[in-house]
Protein backbone atom coordinates (compact mmCIF):
# COMPACT_ATOMS: atom_id res chain seq x y z
CA UNK A 1 0.00 0.00 0.00
CA UNK A 2 1.33 3.52 -0.79
CA UNK A 3 1.39 5.73 1.99
CA UNK A 4 3.44 8.23 3.51
CA UNK A 5 5.90 7.52 6.22
CA UNK A 6 7.54 9.75 9.20
CA UNK A 7 9.91 7.41 10.41
CA UNK A 8 13.35 8.38 10.07
CA UNK A 9 16.89 6.59 10.58
CA UNK A 10 19.77 9.49 10.99
CA UNK A 11 23.03 7.90 10.15
CA UNK A 12 26.13 9.70 10.73
CA UNK A 13 30.05 9.82 12.09
CA UNK A 14 30.66 10.59 15.99
CA UNK A 15 32.30 13.32 14.99
CA UNK A 16 29.64 14.63 13.19
CA UNK A 17 27.13 14.33 16.17
CA UNK A 18 26.04 17.89 16.39
CA UNK A 19 24.63 17.98 12.90
CA UNK A 20 22.80 14.61 13.39
CA UNK A 21 21.67 15.99 16.59
CA UNK A 22 20.00 19.28 15.17
CA UNK A 23 18.88 17.11 12.27
CA UNK A 24 17.12 14.67 14.42
CA UNK A 25 15.80 17.98 16.78
CA UNK A 26 14.46 19.93 13.96
CA UNK A 27 12.64 17.11 12.56
CA UNK A 28 11.41 15.66 16.17
CA UNK A 29 9.59 19.28 16.40
CA UNK A 30 7.63 18.16 13.10
CA UNK A 31 6.00 15.49 14.27
CA UNK A 32 9.08 12.81 12.74
CA UNK A 33 9.98 9.41 14.60
CA UNK A 34 13.53 9.79 14.39
CA UNK A 35 16.39 7.69 15.46
CA UNK A 36 20.10 8.26 15.55
CA UNK A 37 21.82 6.18 18.30
CA UNK A 38 23.02 9.08 19.60
CA UNK A 39 23.38 6.98 23.38
CA UNK A 40 26.33 4.92 21.38
CA UNK A 41 25.06 1.55 21.92
CA UNK A 42 27.05 -1.37 23.01
CA UNK A 43 28.79 -3.60 20.03
CA UNK A 44 26.99 -6.06 21.17
CA UNK A 45 23.74 -4.91 20.66
CA UNK A 46 24.41 -3.54 16.97
CA UNK A 47 22.79 -5.98 15.18
CA UNK A 48 19.56 -6.54 17.65
CA UNK A 49 18.74 -2.48 17.52
CA UNK A 50 20.74 -0.84 14.78
CA UNK A 51 19.57 -3.10 11.94
CA UNK A 52 16.06 -3.12 13.30
CA UNK A 53 15.34 0.39 13.74
CA UNK A 54 17.13 0.77 9.77
CA UNK A 55 13.97 -2.33 8.88
CA UNK A 56 11.55 -0.58 11.10
CA UNK A 57 12.11 3.36 9.53
CA UNK A 58 10.97 4.06 5.92
CA UNK A 59 13.53 6.76 5.47
CA UNK A 60 17.11 6.84 5.90
CA UNK A 61 19.50 10.01 6.02
CA UNK A 62 23.20 9.71 5.76
CA UNK A 63 24.80 12.61 6.52
CA UNK A 64 27.69 13.21 4.45
CA UNK A 65 31.12 15.25 5.68
CA UNK A 66 34.11 15.19 3.44
CA UNK A 67 35.49 13.06 5.88
CA UNK A 68 32.91 11.03 6.66
CA UNK A 69 33.37 7.88 4.03
CA UNK A 70 37.19 7.96 4.60
CA UNK A 71 36.58 4.04 6.67
CA UNK A 72 34.10 3.05 4.35
CA UNK A 73 36.69 0.79 2.52
CA UNK A 74 36.67 -1.34 6.03
CA UNK A 75 34.37 -3.84 5.22
CA UNK A 76 33.37 -4.33 9.12
CA UNK A 77 33.07 -0.03 9.16
CA UNK A 78 29.23 0.68 11.32
CA UNK A 79 28.85 3.21 8.65
CA UNK A 80 29.17 1.01 5.73
CA UNK A 81 26.98 -1.25 7.33
CA UNK A 82 24.10 0.89 8.10
CA UNK A 83 24.59 2.21 4.39
CA UNK A 84 24.09 -1.31 3.27
CA UNK A 85 21.26 -2.63 5.48
CA UNK A 86 19.32 0.56 3.97
CA UNK A 87 19.87 -0.27 0.15
CA UNK A 88 19.17 -4.14 1.16
CA UNK A 89 15.59 -2.99 2.73
CA UNK A 90 15.13 -0.57 -0.12
CA UNK A 91 14.32 2.61 2.48
CA UNK A 92 13.87 5.49 0.90
CA UNK A 93 17.86 6.97 1.42
CA UNK A 94 18.42 10.45 1.12
CA UNK A 95 22.18 11.87 1.48
CA UNK A 96 22.50 14.89 3.13
CA UNK A 97 25.97 16.46 1.56
CA UNK A 98 27.57 19.25 3.60
CA UNK A 99 29.97 21.95 2.84
CA UNK A 100 33.00 20.60 0.67
CA UNK A 101 31.39 16.99 0.08
CA UNK A 102 31.84 15.95 -3.24
CA UNK A 103 31.31 12.21 -4.52
CA UNK A 104 33.70 13.31 -7.86
CA UNK A 105 36.64 13.72 -4.81
CA UNK A 106 38.97 11.38 -5.51
CA UNK A 107 39.15 10.28 -1.95
CA UNK A 108 35.81 10.14 -1.51
CA UNK A 109 34.69 7.91 -4.66
CA UNK A 110 37.76 5.28 -3.44
CA UNK A 111 35.78 4.32 -1.07
CA UNK A 112 32.38 3.63 -2.77
CA UNK A 113 32.81 -0.03 -3.48
CA UNK A 114 30.29 -3.09 -3.33
CA UNK A 115 27.24 -2.11 -2.60
CA UNK A 116 28.09 1.53 -1.45
CA UNK A 117 28.31 2.71 -5.40
CA UNK A 118 25.20 2.82 -5.45
CA UNK A 119 24.90 5.97 -2.82
CA UNK A 120 26.35 8.65 -6.14
CA UNK A 121 22.70 7.44 -7.86
CA UNK A 122 20.06 8.83 -4.97
CA UNK A 123 19.04 12.10 -4.99
CA UNK A 124 20.73 13.84 -2.17
CA UNK A 125 20.38 17.98 -0.49
CA UNK A 126 22.63 19.85 -0.09
CA UNK A 127 23.02 22.18 3.43
CA UNK A 128 24.76 25.45 2.40
CA UNK A 129 26.46 27.10 5.64
CA UNK A 130 23.75 29.48 7.38
CA UNK A 131 20.81 27.69 5.68
CA UNK A 132 20.37 24.93 7.89
CA UNK A 133 16.60 25.78 8.49
CA UNK A 134 15.78 25.90 5.09
CA UNK A 135 17.50 22.99 4.25
CA UNK A 136 15.30 21.41 6.70
CA UNK A 137 12.08 22.62 5.70
CA UNK A 138 13.60 21.54 1.73
CA UNK A 139 14.01 18.15 3.30
CA UNK A 140 10.58 17.48 4.58
CA UNK A 141 8.20 19.18 2.20
CA UNK A 142 10.55 17.39 -1.05
CA UNK A 143 12.38 14.46 0.22
CA UNK A 144 10.12 13.24 3.24
CA UNK A 145 7.07 13.77 2.02
CA UNK A 146 6.62 11.44 -1.05
CA UNK A 147 4.36 8.09 -1.29
CA UNK A 148 6.61 4.94 -0.53
CA UNK A 149 5.76 1.47 -1.06
CA UNK A 150 8.62 -0.50 1.05
CA UNK A 151 7.98 -3.00 3.60
CA UNK A 152 7.96 -1.77 7.04
CA UNK A 153 9.58 -4.52 9.56
CA UNK A 154 8.12 -4.07 12.91
CA UNK A 155 11.09 -3.77 15.54
CA UNK A 156 11.45 -6.19 18.69
CA UNK A 157 10.48 -4.89 21.95
CA UNK A 158 14.27 -4.60 22.23
CA UNK A 159 15.01 -2.45 19.70
CA UNK A 160 11.76 -0.20 20.17
CA UNK A 161 13.27 0.14 24.15
CA UNK A 162 16.48 1.59 22.60
CA UNK A 163 15.20 3.74 19.92
CA UNK A 164 12.79 5.17 22.77
CA UNK A 165 15.88 5.87 25.23
CA UNK A 166 17.28 7.47 22.50
CA UNK A 167 14.76 9.59 21.52
CA UNK A 168 14.36 10.81 25.08
CA UNK A 169 18.06 11.50 25.42
CA UNK A 170 17.86 13.72 22.37
CA UNK A 171 14.97 15.08 23.83
CA UNK A 172 16.81 16.14 27.02
CA UNK A 173 20.07 17.70 24.95
CA UNK A 174 20.70 21.17 24.39
CA UNK A 175 19.28 22.86 21.05
CA UNK A 176 22.55 22.49 18.76
CA UNK A 177 23.52 25.99 18.54
CA UNK A 178 24.55 27.48 14.48
CA UNK A 179 28.13 28.53 15.69
CA UNK A 180 28.26 24.74 16.65
CA UNK A 181 27.03 23.85 13.01
CA UNK A 182 29.79 26.32 11.76
CA UNK A 183 32.44 25.04 14.37
CA UNK A 184 32.59 21.66 12.47
CA UNK A 185 31.85 22.78 9.14
CA UNK A 186 35.87 24.43 9.57
CA UNK A 187 36.99 21.26 11.49
CA UNK A 188 35.63 19.23 7.96
CA UNK A 189 37.49 21.76 5.90
CA UNK A 190 40.77 21.37 8.31
CA UNK A 191 40.56 17.53 7.94
CA UNK A 192 40.38 17.30 4.09
CA UNK A 193 43.67 19.37 3.39
CA UNK A 194 47.39 18.47 4.14
CA UNK A 195 48.47 22.13 3.97
CA UNK A 196 49.67 22.55 7.75
CA UNK A 197 48.48 26.95 8.12
CA UNK A 198 45.58 25.89 6.96
CA UNK A 199 44.16 23.42 9.03
CA UNK A 200 45.99 25.67 11.61
CA UNK A 201 43.73 28.07 10.91
CA UNK A 202 40.44 25.81 10.43
CA UNK A 203 40.92 24.13 13.72
CA UNK A 204 41.54 27.65 15.41
CA UNK A 205 38.45 29.34 13.66
CA UNK A 206 36.29 26.28 14.93
CA UNK A 207 37.75 26.60 18.75
CA UNK A 208 36.94 30.78 18.19
CA UNK A 209 33.06 29.72 17.35
CA UNK A 210 32.81 26.62 19.99
CA UNK A 211 35.84 27.59 22.72
CA UNK A 212 34.74 23.61 24.76
CA UNK A 213 34.88 21.75 21.28
CA UNK A 214 37.43 18.91 22.20
CA UNK A 215 37.54 17.46 18.82
CA UNK A 216 39.46 20.82 17.45
CA UNK A 217 41.78 21.15 20.43
CA UNK A 218 42.90 17.46 19.75
CA UNK A 219 43.59 18.00 16.06
CA UNK A 220 45.20 21.66 16.72
CA UNK A 221 47.47 19.76 18.89
CA UNK A 222 48.46 17.31 16.32
CA UNK A 223 49.02 20.64 13.90
CA UNK A 224 51.60 22.41 16.41
CA UNK A 225 53.20 19.33 16.88
CA UNK A 226 53.96 18.76 13.34
CA UNK A 227 55.00 22.50 13.39
CA UNK A 228 57.34 22.08 16.46
CA UNK A 229 55.15 24.13 18.74
CA UNK A 230 55.03 21.76 21.69
CA UNK A 231 54.33 24.18 24.45
CA UNK A 232 51.43 24.90 21.85
CA UNK A 233 50.27 21.55 21.31
CA UNK A 234 50.67 19.98 25.14
CA UNK A 235 48.66 23.32 26.16
CA UNK A 236 45.64 21.99 23.50
CA UNK A 237 46.10 18.87 25.01
CA UNK A 238 45.41 20.28 28.78
CA UNK A 239 42.41 22.12 27.71
CA UNK A 240 41.31 18.92 25.74
CA UNK A 241 41.67 17.11 29.13
CA UNK A 242 39.92 19.68 31.20
CA UNK A 243 36.70 19.34 28.72
CA UNK A 244 36.69 15.74 28.19
CA UNK A 245 38.68 14.43 31.15
CA UNK A 246 38.16 10.48 30.71
CA UNK A 247 38.53 10.71 26.57
CA UNK A 248 41.63 8.81 26.29
CA UNK A 249 42.52 10.23 22.59
CA UNK A 250 43.76 13.08 24.45
CA UNK A 251 45.98 11.33 27.19
CA UNK A 252 47.36 9.51 24.16
CA UNK A 253 48.17 12.91 22.08
CA UNK A 254 49.71 14.32 25.20
CA UNK A 255 51.68 11.18 25.45
CA UNK A 256 52.79 11.31 22.20
CA UNK A 257 54.06 15.12 22.25
CA UNK A 258 55.88 14.39 25.35
CA UNK A 259 57.74 11.83 23.76
CA UNK A 260 58.69 13.83 21.03
CA UNK A 261 59.95 16.24 23.90
CA UNK A 262 62.09 13.32 25.36
CA UNK A 263 59.81 13.01 28.30
CA UNK A 264 59.60 9.68 27.82
CA UNK A 265 58.12 9.21 31.88
CA UNK A 266 55.38 11.93 31.24
CA UNK A 267 54.64 9.88 28.11
CA UNK A 268 54.27 6.68 29.58
CA UNK A 269 52.17 7.80 32.60
CA UNK A 270 49.90 9.36 29.81
CA UNK A 271 49.43 6.47 27.75
CA UNK A 272 49.19 4.72 31.06
CA UNK A 273 46.26 6.96 31.69
CA UNK A 274 44.75 6.11 28.01
CA UNK A 275 44.81 2.34 28.12
CA UNK A 276 43.15 2.54 31.90
CA UNK A 277 40.55 4.83 30.32
CA UNK A 278 39.82 2.41 27.25
CA UNK A 279 41.24 -1.22 27.98
CA UNK A 280 40.74 -1.99 24.35
CA UNK A 281 42.86 1.45 22.89
CA UNK A 282 44.79 -0.69 20.43
CA UNK A 283 47.08 2.24 19.00
CA UNK A 284 47.83 3.39 23.35
CA UNK A 285 49.40 -0.36 23.62
CA UNK A 286 51.59 0.44 20.42
CA UNK A 287 52.37 3.91 21.49
CA UNK A 288 53.31 2.59 24.78
CA UNK A 289 55.22 -0.27 23.44
CA UNK A 290 57.72 1.90 21.70
CA UNK A 291 58.69 4.38 24.37
CA UNK A 292 58.78 0.73 26.37
CA UNK A 293 61.63 -0.16 24.12
CA UNK A 294 63.04 3.35 24.48
CA UNK A 295 63.47 2.53 28.17
CA UNK A 296 64.90 -0.92 27.90
CA UNK A 297 61.61 -2.68 29.22
CA UNK A 298 61.92 -5.47 26.30
CA UNK A 299 59.83 -7.39 27.75
CA UNK A 300 56.87 -5.33 28.71
CA UNK A 301 57.48 -3.64 25.14
CA UNK A 302 57.06 -7.49 23.84
CA UNK A 303 53.56 -7.73 25.70
CA UNK A 304 52.15 -4.58 24.80
CA UNK A 305 52.99 -5.73 20.76
CA UNK A 306 51.13 -8.52 20.92
CA UNK A 307 48.30 -6.60 22.47
CA UNK A 308 48.44 -4.18 20.55
CA UNK A 309 48.49 -6.33 16.89
CA UNK A 310 45.80 -8.76 18.82
CA UNK A 311 43.22 -6.09 18.94
CA UNK A 312 44.08 -4.17 15.58
CA UNK A 313 43.55 -7.74 14.16
CA UNK A 314 40.23 -8.06 15.94
CA UNK A 315 38.51 -4.97 15.04
CA UNK A 316 40.20 -4.99 11.64
CA UNK A 317 41.71 -1.48 12.36
CA UNK A 318 43.83 0.93 10.34
CA UNK A 319 45.47 3.62 12.07
CA UNK A 320 46.02 6.51 10.52
CA UNK A 321 49.58 6.63 12.08
CA UNK A 322 51.00 4.92 9.55
CA UNK A 323 52.09 7.95 7.40
CA UNK A 324 51.31 10.24 10.03
CA UNK A 325 54.34 10.39 11.80
CA UNK A 326 52.28 8.90 15.44
CA UNK A 327 51.66 5.54 15.48
CA UNK A 328 48.10 5.31 16.03
CA UNK A 329 47.21 8.67 17.96
CA UNK A 330 44.21 10.22 17.03
CA UNK A 331 44.76 12.56 13.98
CA UNK A 332 40.98 12.21 12.49
CA UNK A 333 42.65 11.79 9.28
Known amino acids: MIRVEKTVFVSYRRTNEAWALAISQNLTQHGYDVFMDFTSLPSGDFTNVILENIRARAHFLILLTPSALERCGEPNDWLRREIEAAIDNQRN ?41 YAM ?3 REK ?27 TSMALAVEENE ?3 QQWVEQGVTTMDLATRLRCYSEAIRLQPDYFRAYILRSDVLEKKGDFKGALRDCEEAIRIQPDNADAYLNRGDIRESKGEIEGALRDYDEAIRLQPGYAAAYLCRSVALNKMGEYQVTKEDSKRYY ?11 ALGHGGRGK ?3 R
Open 310 to 320: DLAAADSIKFM
Open 137 to 139: SHL
Open 181 to 183: LAA
Open 93 to 133: IVPLMLEGFSFATTTIASQLTGKLDALKRYNGLNVPPGYFV
Open 143 to 169: FLDVPLTAVIHPASMLAQQAARKDQEA
Open 330 to 332: YTD
